[in-house]
Structures are given as structure tokens and as C-alpha cells.
């Protein structure tokens, strides 16, 4: 599991680093709208794991993941 979970965090910081460049000379936005952008996102993604729970208690679990 410790392998596993260093795997895991290192994917995710080099796309946390990566993205940004992406974003900045593919993409052509600014810091700043790379910034607020990965807010929002890291927001939803707080707000939207609740939600989803309650969806997944109300309706069968497979809708709701085809549906998300």
C-alpha cells in the first residue's frame, strides 16, 4: 500500500506541475485564470462529494455514475 499510495502522489504532482504549463503556453491563459480555474474545480470537488453520496443513496449507484 505504501508503494501503491507513493505511486499515486507522485502522478499527481507531476500532473498538478504539468497542468499548469499546459495551460499556460498550450492553452494560452494566464496564471491568473489557471489559478481561479483549478480553485473552482478544487471547490466542486470538495462541494460534489457529498452531493454525490445523496445521489447514490436515492437512485441505483450505476445510474448515477453514468450520469456523472
Known sequence: MLAIALVDRTGSGLWASVSVLYF???????VAQVG???ALAG??????APLGG??????PITRVLVAL
Do not use: E, M, P
Open 36 to 38: 481561479t480555474l483549478a
Open 43 to 48: 471547490a466542486i470537488g470538495i462541494a460534489g
Open 24 to 30: 499556460t503556453y498550450v492553452s494560452h491563459l494566464s
Open 54 to 59: 445523496r445521489l447514490a443513496d436515492r437512485f
